[in-house]
């Protein structure tokens, strides 16, 4: 551009600047929204691409004014606005209740009604020191100490690619089996075999159980031998023998 000025923005196009034969030329019924709509619009050749959007004039301020309040310059060189200082505000300390407690089991009293009774008596506050972890007993830290997280350390990419941790695995691995081969060839030697007197000793067969001889046609009848002809005669035979 001439003397260096920044080129005006590509404001929408309007039917006025619409020539015959240029790529956004309409036939027929032609209206500005056809212009203005960015899926219609075509590129102009050699011309960047023109906004759609309806913008303002070209004396139109972008931004937020803000009104001013102060009074500029001259009012600063006036007098001066000094900023007026806050009161503290008293912070309400939490109640002491073990200088409390002790106060009153100190006067002889024992049971909630009388303790809450003390405490509307002699409200007792802590102390600002007190409140303060800090102002009570300041952290010690040494001199050449580092705050933050410790920096993680390098990923040994070496290793990775070179399979050193299988291998490692695999070493320990051999090395605890023979281990084992070698726990479990000792433990053969020291072991003491077992044989059938051995056993006999330790687990004994079961006692047989001496079977007295019965007549084969009382085999089959149960521990129970009914001997009468009817439950009669055997509730008589019972009332007579006792």
Known sequence: MAGGGAAPPRRPLTLAEVEPG?????????????????LILKAELGKPQRNCYTLPGFD??????????????????????????????????????ITMNRGALKAGYTTAH????????KDIRRKDDECSRFKRCPPKVPADLTYGITARPC????DLLQHKYKELWMEQQRALTAAQKIEKKKSQK?????????LLRKYPLPA???????????????????????REARKKAFSASH
């Not at 027929?28 to 212009?35: K, Q």
């Not at 139109?60 to 503290?88: C, M, Q």
């Not at 990923?155 to 070496?158: G, V």
Request: proline share 8%.
């Open 190 to 198: 020291d072991k003491v075999y077992e044989t059938r007197t051995t």
């Open 208 to 230: 047989k159980e001496e079977s007295f001889w019965h007549m084969p046609h009382l085999e089959k009848v149960g521990p129970h031998l009914s001997t009468f002809p009817d």
């Open 22 to 38: 240029s790529e956004n030329e309409r036939l027929g019924v032609a209206r500005d929204s056809m212009l203005r709509n960015p």
């Open 114 to 121: 009388e303790f809450n009774l003390y405490y509307k008596a």
């Open 155 to 158: 990923t040994p990419i070496f």
């Open 60 to 97: 139109f301020s972008y931004g937020l004014y803000i009104h001013r309040t102060d009074g500029g310059v001259p009012e600063a060189i006036g007098h001066w606005n000094t900023v007026k200082p806050r009161t503290a505000l008293v912070q309400k300390m939490p109640r002491d209740f």
